[in-house]
């Protein structure tokens, strides 16, 4: 059971059965005098028992109880709605992203670890900022849970390997007390794919909608960009960089792609116009840290390993007319949350002085670790702080007076605090 795609008034519950049939869904405001509401929510073997209810009329800034039920079985949860648009309340998040690489998936001594002290920091929302699951990676090392060491290649192997990570107690936990907004990066479908060309996309696609409780829009029932206001200091921008882009291989250039023209326009339209203190867009791949192969860049990013711009490589004519878009429009209090490079990091960015923006990265939450690397420096960046070697995920507490970001591994330990002040 997990609950997400929260707004004011509005939130979608995400349940899996026991068997084919109806769930009982009871909803009500935690302290609230007013009775509980019911509700029928259909899972059918075709989407493995799972389904999604989108629930209306919620009040804001309130704290809601949910139990889901089958017969005699029942799960609880809670999640808090956003709060009104004009409102300036407080806003804690976590983010990470990266869940059961290079063999470290569920571990059988007490499961995936970092989630505990994730929820014990009591967000108010979790993104899942991509690779959900690994389903092009067989994990079946000694020390795991059996039950993954297979190559999706179908729905039903899609769905188990899903539904394999969604079996860990503490995720299930977190789940269940804090609402999550969740987005794919490659290994949902094939390392470093690109939509267009993949096959394997839509079936891909389709897990993942299966899986977690997004709402698409019902003019275009596969989109999974999307935004969301929580209040008068934040509003989410989250990128989908896999549905829509060129092939890495392409030459750079005006023509090629990672958002597809409508989701440009709907970014750039979205940030310029927003009325919120603090812009955040969500992009499961970094805009300044290389990965993929060196003709073959899969960030933003067509630097080399050293930082230095390669001919033709990555997205950047893309990127930095996104960012020129949003410094001629003065666009202040802009951050960017990625995950992908299997390591934590914060980075200033300050291509075209005065205007910068900041670039904050955190995970893997558990998968081969990484480190930190040359950053573009066509993005005149300073990195204030990175560490590899470490699960980890990232907390940003937004208040009227400043944004904090603290990068925390999967102790709890706080490796590191930045605060920003708003412009």
């Given at each position: ?7 004011p008034t509005t939130a979608v519950v995400w349940a899996r ?326 390591h934590a990091e914060v980075i200033r960015h300050e291509p ?72």
């Amino acid at each position: 059971m997990a609950t997400g795609d929260v707004t004011p008034t509005t939130a979608v519950v995400w349940a899996r059965g026991l068997r084919p049939g109806a769930l009982d869904v009871t909803v009500g405001a935690v302290g609230a005098d007013t009775a509980r509401t019911r509700h029928s929510l259909a899972v059918t073997a075709q989407r493995d028992l799972t389904g999604t209810l989108t629930l209306g009329g919620l009040a804001p800034a309130t704290r809601y109880a949910l139990r889901v039920s089958q017969g005699e079985a029942a799960v609880d949860a809670a999640f808090v709605t956003a709060p009104a648009p004009d409102a300036p309340a407080r806003v804690a998040f976590l983010w990470s992203g990266d869940l059961g690489g290079g063999g470290y998936c569920r571990p059988q001594d007490g499961g995936y670890r970092v989630f505990r002290p994730m929820q014990e920091r009591r967000a108010d929302f979790f993104l899942f900022v991509g690779d959900t699951i690994y389903a092009d990676v067989p994990c079946g090392r000694p020390g795991v849970v059996p039950g993954a060491d297979f190559r999706a290649r179908t729905l039903a192997q899609y769905h188990a390997r899903h539904r394999y990570q969604r079996e860990d107690p503490p995720l299930q936990s977190l789940l269940r007390g804090t609402s999550v907004y969740a987005i794919w990066d490659d290994h949902e479908v094939r390392n470093d794919f690109s939509g267009p060309h993949e096959p394997l996309m839509p079936i891909g696609r389709q897990a993942l909608l299966d899986y977690w409780p997004i709402a698409p829009a019902s003019e275009e029932p596969t989109r999974l960009y999307r935004r969301f206001r929580w209040g008068r200091l934040l509003e989410l921008f989250i990128l989908d960089t896999r549905q829509y882009r060129s092939l890495n291989t392409d030459t750079d250039g005006p023509g090629k792609t990672m958002l597809g023209a409508a989701q440009k326009r709907w970014l750039v339209e979205g940030v310029t116009s927003s009325t919120a203190v603090w812009k955040i867009v969500v992009t499961s791949v970094s805009l300044s840290i290389p990965t993929g192969r060196p003709q073959a860049r899969d960030s933003w990013t067509g630097a080399s390993g050293f930082g230095l711009p390669m001919d033709g490589a990555g997205f950047v004519a893309e990127r930095d007319a996104i960012l020129e878009h949003f410094r001629k429009h003065d666009v202040k209090n802009l951050v960017f949350v990625a995950a992908d490079v299997h390591h934590a990091e914060v980075i200033r960015h300050e291509p075209t002085p005065p205007w910068s923006f900041h670039e904050l990265v955190a995970g893997p939450l558990s998968a081969t670790t990484g480190r930190p690397r040359p950053l573009d420096v066509t993005l005149n960046s300073r990195s204030l702080f990175g560490r590899g070697d470490v699960f980890n995920f990232g907390e940003v507490v937004i208040e009227p007076a400043q944004l904090t970001v603290r990068l925390i591994d999967d102790a709890g330990a706080v490796m590191f605090t930045h605060t920003i002040k708003p412009q």
